[in-house]
């Protein structure tokens, strides 16, 4: 087990996040830890194929059921 300290606002937030959820601000923060990756990238140096190999893996890894932003959010003028 693992203590960290975060921001009194940050604690708030995440607590209110985990109640509307149903969750203790513990199982909410433990979900939200889980989606972070657990593996130290490797050298660029290492062999092409293996590196699509991983990038393949990597993307894989990630939710299909994400919302997609729409044009405008990604447009020159929204960025900034």
């Known amino acids: 087990m693992v203590t960290i300290e975060i921001p009194e606002l940050h604690a708030e937030v995440y607590?209110?996040?985990a109640r509307a959820r149903g969750?203790?601000?513990r199982d909410w923060m433990?979900?939200?830890?889980s989606c972070l990756p657990v593996r130290v990238a490797k050298p660029?140096?290492?062999d092409?194929?293996?590196r699509?190999?991983?990038?393949?893996e990597w993307v894989q890894s990630h939710?299909?059921?994400?919302?997609?932003l729409s044009d405008e959010a990604m447009s020159?003028?929204?960025?900034?």
């Open 23 to 25: 969750m203790t601000l």
């Open 15 to 17: 607590g209110k996040q």
């Open 63 to 68: 939710d299909p059921n994400l919302p997609v």
């Open 44 to 46: 660029l140096d290492e």
């Open 52 to 56: 699509v190999r991983r990038f393949e």
């Open 30 to 33: 433990l979900e939200a830890a």
């Open 48 to 50: 092409p194929e293996e």
């Open 76 to 80: 020159r003028e929204n960025l900034y």
